[in-house]
């Protein structure tokens, strides 16, 4: 899939989603989410590239606003955990 290399594909598969449907079924955030809890320091970065997987969208050229979207969501993800991130 677009965005997704050997390294964020070892990661998802370690999580559960090992193929594009399964990602596609997941959505990008509870993809990430799962990957957040196994790995801690995933970042906003590693979000756009799913979303941009699951959208065939250059992770780069995704819409201000869905970047927004995608920063709102991660930011009440780190609220939900007491501001751990």
Do not use: W
């Not at 990661?11 to 801690?40: C, D, H, M, N, T």
């Not at 941009?52 to 819409?63: I, K, P």
Request: hydrophobic fraction near 40%; aromatic fraction near 6%.
């Amino acid at each position: 899939m677009m965005n997704i290399g050997r390294e964020m594909a070892k990661k998802l598969r370690s999580v559960g989603i090992s193929s594009a449907e399964e990602l596609i079924a997941a959505g990008p955030e509870q993809a990430f989410a799962r990957l957040r809890g196994r790995y801690p320091r995933v970042c906003l970065v590693h979000l756009y590239a799913l979303e941009g997987a699951v959208s065939q969208t250059e992770f780069n050229s995704l819409s201000e606003e869905k970047k927004r979207e995608l920063k709102r969501f991660i930011d009440g993800l780190a609220e939900a955990s007491c501001g751990e991130i």
